[in-house]
């Protein structure tokens, strides 16, 4: 592993983030707001340090090995949320730094409604626009990551989306910039449509084009503090819907679509209809049940619920806290779940429930004929052994951080449903969790300092596939950096001597 490798991509993601601080700047230069100078500021010093940093690594970045990978993972997120983070630290809205990094943590990692800036009514349109921004930004990024480097890295079994077959990254990244622009082109093409969606349906255009970001990226960030009950309009709720949905699919896929290209259907789009439609139909006989008519308007928003979770979005319509009991348990359950491989979307990822319903099967089938020798099954394609304990060490993984975090939270003051949901809601980067300190009608504001440095590492384990953090932790990731450093030292003290 050579620090030097990765350092190119990190400058030129520090130049995204320069070049995005300016739209921010100039609406507020527009609107006459002071913070246009810190946008401007920060960009410059993002943009000049990505800028120097690309130019004088620009030649060694090739080589990549699967170390190199996990350490891109982890420092790409990482530089984008400091970078980031600077408007949030000097801008009016005051921040302390730990609410400043949370905020952009939340942002980057599109972690749902609202989570720590109250009164978003009152912000200044250039740090709502930021929110949005980062929030876009951090969804295609996970589309590219889930694409072409977390199949590379075999994270979570989703070597599955493999490309391509190899040791080195040199071959999966062959038909990167051909597809990474078309997936470009589609989740800017896909933002475009919902923002000229929301607008004809009654959304202000400023409106229009901060919640199209966070619906096509789930990330759940709008511009009022009670989320979409500002529009209260049925369209905008089925609008969004929509567009959720799209978020949560895989962009292969539908970039396959697109170019009518012949390839097998993604068996994990059947589970994600599938569950949508059950969870729709399941909440709607408990709420009727307790005495809650079925019309239209509540049909639109049990279905805007169900996508904005299951999707990890965060988006709120109504305080569903206030839900029956068994349709809170479900809502906590689709939590967990999230949407497709290869989305904007966050969570367990439906790929894995597709896995443990063939490891199940295949269980029943041996203990009915022990002597029988059937293949496991992801559609057409034959699952690997290694696939398979792959996916089961990251649930059991995912579950242990949940539980870890939930305790930690409890420990600081709060009481066992504001923790263990936060816990799970930071996880798996939904937005809302239950009870009256952060359920739908709340936000993240009244959670300590450390409940926040909790949640953040949370968000981040839970964004990067866990495994890709966790094995930085272990003592032979660093072996051959540090045997490297030390030969180096002791070439540089012969060569003096």
Not at 371 to 378: A, D, E, F, L, N
Not at 381 to 388: A, F, G, L, N, P
Not at 465 to 480: H, L
């Amino acid at each position: 592993m050579q620090i030097e490798k990765i350092i190119s991509p990190l400058g030129l993601l520090l130049c995204v983030a320069g070049l995005a601080m300016a739209l921010p700047a100039l609406v507020d230069l527009a609107q006459g707001n002071r913070d246009w100078q810190v946008f401007l500021i920060s960009a410059f010093v993002a943009g000049g340090a990505g800028l120097f940093l690309h130019l004088g690594f620009r030649d060694r970045h090739s080589g990549w090995n699967r170390r190199d990978g996990f350490l891109f993972v982890s420092l790409s997120w990482l530089v984008m949320c400091s970078a980031g983070a600077l408007p949030f630290y000097f801008a009016e809205v005051k921040m302390t730094p730990v609410d400043a990094f949370f905020e952009i943590r939340v942002g980057s990692h599109h972690h749902g409604f609202n989570r720590d800036v109250a009164a978003l009514d009152r912000l200044p349109p250039g740090i709502l626009l930021w929110r949005s921004l980062l929030q876009w930004i951090g969804g295609v990024g996970i589309v590219v990551l889930s694409v072409f480097l977390f199949p590379f890295l075999k994270l979570g079994g989703q070597s599955l989306f493999a490309m391509e077959s190899s040791d080195t990254a040199e071959k999966s990244f062959s038909r990167f910039e051909e597809y990474a622009v078309r997936i470009l082109w589609l989740y800017v093409g896909l933002t475009l449509a919902c923002i000229l969606t929301y607008n004809a349906l009654g959304m202000s255009f400023f409106d229009a084009a901060n919640h199209a970001m966070a619906t096509l990226s789930t990330g759940g960030y709008g511009t009022s503090d009670i989320s979409f009950a500002k529009f209260n309009s049925v369209p905008i709720l089925w609008a969004g819907t929509v567009f959720m949905f799209l978020g949560g699919m895989p962009f292969m896929f539908m970039l396959f679509m697109l170019s009518s290209k012949r390839r097998f259907f993604d068996i994990q789009i059947a589970y994600y209809i599938g569950i949508i439609a059950a969870s729709v139909f399941f909440l709607l006989i408990v709420l009727q049940a307790n005495g809650t008519p079925v019309t239209s308007t509540l049909l639109a928003s049990v279905t805007f619920t169900v996508v904005s979770i299951i999707t990890t979005t965060g988006f709120v319509f109504q305080d569903f806290g206030v839900w029956p009991t068994s349709a809170l348990f479900l809502i906590g359950l689709l939590t967990f779940l999230g949407a497709c491989s290869g989305s904007t979307a966050g969570g367990l990822k439906m790929f894995r429930i597709v896995v443990f319903v063939a490891v199940c099967k295949s269980a029943v089938s041996r203990l009915l004929s022990p002597s029988s020798v059937r293949s496991m099954k992801y559609g057409d394609h034959v699952i690997d052994e290694d696939v398979v304990i792959a996916v089961i060490a990251f649930t059991l993984l995912y579950f242990a951080t949940f539980l870890i975090g939930g305790v930690i939270l409890t420990l600081t003051g709060n009481d066992l449903i504001t923790a263990f949901s936060g816990s799970a809601t930071a996880l798996a980067n939904v937005g809302p969790g239950l009870g009256g300190k952060i359920g739908p009608a709340f936000n993240f504001a009244g959670m300590s300092d450390i409940d926040k440095v909790v949640l953040s590492i949370e968000m981040l384990l839970g964004r990067l596939e866990i495994m890709s953090v966790v094995v930085m932790f272990a003592p032979g990731f660093w072996r051959d950096l540090t045997l490297a450093m030390a030969n180096a030292l002791r070439a540089q003290t012969r060569s003096m001597a």
